[in-house]
C-alpha cells in the first residue's frame, strides 16, 4: 500500500533551488514525513524529517502543508552532487513500524 | 568513526549456492535491517531484528535466511531456495526507540548469480 506519491524524475539546474513534492493524503496524525536520498549505489542517506512544523538543517528544507497531506523538501543550492533519487516516506515514530520505501524522485541536476 | 559495514561490495554466485552477505554496526544499534533492491526499484524489507537472539521476516523473506548472535552482527544469507537473487542488497541500522535521523545504510553488496 502506497503512502506517499511523488513524481517519478525531474531536472533542476545547478545552483537553483530544487523543489521535490510528495502528496501523503492518508497520512494519519502521529505520523511523520521522511526524507532519503540515495546516491547512485550507495545506501540511502537520511535527510530531514517533520510532524507538522517546516523544518531546516544544514542539508535542506522540510515544508509540511497546513493539512499535511503534501509535503515539498527544498535543496536551496542545488549542486552536481545532488543528483539522486529522493524518497518521501510516512511512519510513526515509534514502535516496530519499519521504513517503507517507494519508487521515490530521481532528481537530475543540470549543469 | 562509527558505520555499518557491508562486505563484499561485489559477490558472485553460482545457481544453486548459498551464500552469506556480512553486515557490521559500530553504532551500538540495537535494530538492524537487511533490503533489497532490483533495478530500478525501492527498497524490499526482507528480515529485521529489533534486539540479540530475535529476528522476524519483512515483506520478501522466501530464499533467505538471517542470525543475529550478536549486537553488532547480522549476517544475511542467500539460499538457493532464493528463485531471483541477483540485486542490491542493503543493511541498515537504527537506535531504538526511532531515533531523529532514522536508519544508517551500509553501502551494499552487489550478489549477482552466474
Known amino acids: 500500500d502506497a503512502k506517499t506519491t511523488q513524481p517519478p524524475s525531474m531536472d533542476c539546474a545547478e545552483g537553483r533551488a530544487a523543489n521535490l513534492p510528495c502528496n501523503h493524503s492518508t497520512i494519519s496524525g502521529n505520523e511523520y514525513v521522511y526524507w532519503y536520498r540515495q546516491i547512485h549505489s550507495q545506501g540511502p542517506q537520511y535527510i530531514i524529517h517533520?510532524?507538522?512544523n517546516n523544518e531546516t538543517n544544514e542539508m535542506a528544507s522540510l515544508i509540511i502543508t497546513e493539512d499535511r497531506k503534501s509535503s515539498t523538501l527544498i535543496l536551496p543550492h542545488a549542486t552536481l552532487r545532488d543528483t539522486a533519487v529522493y524518497y518521501c516516506?510516512?511512519?510513526?515514530?515509534?514502535?516496530?513500524?519499519?521504513?517503507?520505501f517507494g519508487t521515490g524522485t530521481r532528481l537530475t541536476i543540470i549543469p | 568513526d562509527g558505520g555499518i559495514t557491508q562486505s563484499p561490495k561485489y559477490l558472485f554466485r553460482k545457481e544453486g549456492q548459498n551464500v552469506t552477505l556480512s553486515c557490521e554496526q559500530n553504532l551500538n544499534h540495537d535494530a538492524m535491517y537487511w533490503y533489497r533492491q532490483d533495478p530500478g526499484q525501492g527498497l524490499r524489507l526482507i528480515y529485521y531484528s529489533q534486539i540479540v537472539n530475535d529476528f522476524q521476516k519483512g515483506d520478501i523473506a522466501e530464499g533467505y535466511s538471517v542470525s543475529r548472535e550478536k549486537k553488532e552482527s547480522f549476517p544475511l544469507t542467500v539460499t538457493s531456495a532464493q528463485k531471483n537473487p541477483t540485486a542490491f542488497y542493503l543493511c541498515a541500522s537504527s537506535l531504538q526507540p526511532w531515533p531523529s535521523d532514522g536508519y544508517t545504510f551500509g553501502s551494499g553488496t552487489r550478489l549477482t548469480v552466474v
Open positions: 516516506i510516512v511512519r510513526v515514530n515509534f514502535g516496530n513500524e519499519k521504513l517503507t
Open positions: 517533520g510532524l507538522k
